[in-house]
């Protein structure tokens, strides 16, 4: 009897460990699925298409020139590899400038022959229409072959404009710059501040104090993320938008700060547990070699514990990079390349949020956030393995 | 020379020490035995105020080095414990080169003439009976090194501050037979040059090694005298009972 309960016992556990994996690995699965279907979406919003003029040798355009061309700030097709000739934008609401509603068609049946004239007789256009609309086979109208979206294109686009037309814009350099921007930073406030309590904490501070201050602290971890968020948009915008005289408050450094606040806890418990981990045989070695405590500490005990103190800042630097909530409430949330702290920024995990409730399912925008998805991913995926490493060649050397 | 007058000891309320007066002369092997609790660990690490790291610790009574009261208001710890090094009972080694464990009494003393402490970590190597074995692998971490080779790094870690006088607080007590003998050894050696004073568990070793035993029981220290004196016709009825394994 106990032997079959012991049995069932172990498969439970078997079985809780393996579906745990499997829905691990499940989620990633999904996440990369999604994602992979981005780059078989065309680059123009679908259902439309690019016509030229049937003489013009222009054959592709990447989305970034589309968008600068119905810009206007491509103005000649020379400067997208055609002749030298203006380029002239056409939209299906310019096509009353040309015809009366009568001349269209009661249904608008006549629409494709129209614009058949109007493409033909026009060598600069560039018209943005319908696929029904599509004027017939002719010489005169030549189509642009549509794309795919690039990886390329993707991957070095400097634009974030995912709803634009005609040609959205996905570019990630803006998200991931912002992201990396922000969590840098984050880092870099947080990394001495929580390194210097944990040491005070783990050699300084006596048990009363550390009692107190330990607890507090840990209890600051579980706080919800739209806590911090709304503390650093009532309290911390407002006072660097005044401190230092800015437009808006809502700016990359806004970010930065909530996040180092919330990255704190776990980079003072996780170190702080480091050090403390330190046997007292170190200590008492350093101190018998005539070592002052503050020797001690910086000549030993910091060596002993760099790979829980690494493990800490590595666990900082996740919370930091896949954070949302507090981000998305704080950074403006402005997808430009930032340029300095104190402009807003937007990050990846803040355009997940943002943006999937707006993204038509299964469109190229819903893909392209599935594909943020997993470049978070892999972000935090080298984070924890080169920390994996670390600490291992720590080990290595002990 | 190492001397206490009517040392008294707490942890908190705990009378660890018991009135202990004792007289080590230099260049002599003094071995502490007694019972786990009988305070011959405490007492060992007075003279390197290893004892101060312990928050409720309260001590009366003088412990002079040459004369001079090293819990005076006036002293120096750290200078203190670079004239008397200790072994402790389980190796620990830093985790840093064998080399950069030598040297690191030198550098925190804020040496930084790179030709001297070569010459130092080498001598204080050849001194511990280590540097044959390490000689050409210096600059590995000392984890690497066994059990018996990480002690007797630990004490030429201890050589290279040129301390006179070496507590060691069971400093075999982790090691295996073979490690243990190069250890007492080593002793027999060190003892020309340097002051001795070792706490251990094992009688065999203290009768070995000691020139001088003193014998500590619930904080009392029942019989000092020479070792040949203590092991063969003690004074004591409890030194008797406990050397002869009847308790302890």
Not at chain 1, 87 to 105: A, T, V
Not at chain 1, 109 to 114: G, H, R, S
Not at chain 1, 286 to 301: C, K
Not at chain 1, 335 to 356: W, Y
Request: proline letters at 5%.
């Amino acid at each position: 009897m106990k032997r079959i309960i012991e049995k069932v016992i172990e498969s439970l556990l078997t079985i809780s460990g393996a579906t745990t994996g499997i829905v691990i690995l499940l989620i990633v699965v999904f996440l990369f699925r999604e994602g992979v279907g981005f780059f078989s979406h065309s680059d123009i919003e679908s259902g439309y298409v690019l016509c030229v003029n049937g003489k013009n040798p222009v054959d592709r355009l990447t989305p970034e020139q589309i968008k600068r061309i119905f810009d206007y700030e491509i103005d000649n097709w020379s400067l997208a590899g055609g002749n030298d000739e203006a380029i002239e934008p056409f939209r299906m609401n310019d096509l009353s400038d040309y015809y009366s509603d009568e001349e269209l068609g009661e249904n608008y049946e006549f629409v494709p022959e129209k614009l058949g004239e109007i493409i033909g007789g026009t060598p600069g256009i560039i018209a943005f229409i319908p696929e029904q609309y599509v004027p017939g086979k002719s010489e005169e109208v030549k189509v642009l072959s549509g794309n795919k979206l690039k990886p390329a294109d993707f991957f070095g686009g400097e634009n974030w404009m995912p709803t634009a037309t005609p040609a959205p814009q996905f570019g990630l350099l803006p998200l991931l710059t912002g992201t990396l921007w922000v969590g840098l930073c984050a880092i870099l406030i947080a990394l001495p501040l929580g390194l210097g309590v944990a040491i005070y904490l783990g050699e300084l501070a006596n048990e009363k104090i550390r009692n107190l201050l330990k607890p507090t602290i840990e209890l600051l971890a579980g706080i919800p993320s739209v806590v911090y968020g709304f503390f650093g948009l009532v309290v911390l915008v407002p006072f660097i938008q005044k401190a230092f005289n800015l437009p808006v408050g809502e700016t990359a450094f806004a970010g930065s700060l909530v996040l180092a606040i919330m990255a704190l806890p776990t980079i003072i418990t996780v170190a702080e547990d480091a050090i403390r981990n330190t046997p007292q045989t170190m200590r008492e070695a350093s101190l018998g070699l005539g070592a002052n405590h503050w020797q001690t500490i910086y000549r030993v005990v910091i060596p002993y514990s760099i790979s829980g103190i690494s493990a800490a800042v590595v666990l900082g630097i996740g919370r930091a990079i896949g954070e949302t909530m507090a981000v998305l409430m704080v950074t403006g949330n402005a997808a430009v390349i930032p340029r300095s702290l104190f402009e807003p920024v937007r990050t990846i995990p803040a355009t997940i949020a943002a943006e999937l409730g707006e993204a038509p399912h299964g469109g190229a925008h819903y893909s392209a956030l599935f594909v943020l998805g997993c470049i978070l991913f892999l972000i935090t995926v080298i984070i924890s393995i080169s920390a994996e490493l670390i600490s291992k060649k720590q080990h290595q050397a002990q | 020379m190492l001397e206490t007058k009517n040392i008294d000891f707490y942890y908190g309320s705990f009378h660890a020490l018991k009135n202990i007066a004792m007289k080590i002369e230099d260049h002599t092997v003094t071995a502490f035995i007694g019972p786990s609790g009988c305070g011959k660990s405490t007492f060992l690490r007075l003279f390197n105020r290893m004892n101060d790291l312990i928050p409720s610790m309260r001590l009366t009574g003088e412990c002079l080095i040459d004369g001079e009261d090293i819990y005076h208001k006036s002293v120096d710890v750290a200078k203190l414990r670079k004239r008397v090094g200790m072994v402790f009972q389980k190796p620990n080694p830093f985790p840093k080169t064998i080399f950069e464990n030598v040297a690191y009494g030198l550098r925190v003393d804020g040496v930084n003439d790179g030709r001297f402490i070569a010459r130092r970590v080498e001598e204080s190597l050849q001194s511990a009976a280590l540097w044959e074995e390490v000689k050409d692998k210096l600059k590995k971490s000392a984890f690497e090194l066994s059990g018996g080779q990480q002690q007797r790094l630990c004490i030429a870690r201890a050589l290279a501050i040129a301390p006179s006088i070496i507590l060691m607080d069971e400093p075999a007590s982790a090691l295996d037979p073979i490690s243990t003998s190069k250890i007492e050894d080593l002793i027999h050696i060190l003892k020309k040059d340097y002051t001795i004073v070792i706490v251990t568990h094992n009688m065999q070793q203290a009768a070995r090694v000691s020139d001088k035993t003193g014998f500590f029981m619930l904080g009392e220290l029942i019989e000092y005298d020479d070792t040949k004196k203590i092991f063969m016709n003690p004074e004591k009825e409890e030194t008797q009972n406990y050397i002869t394994g009847r308790f302890g």
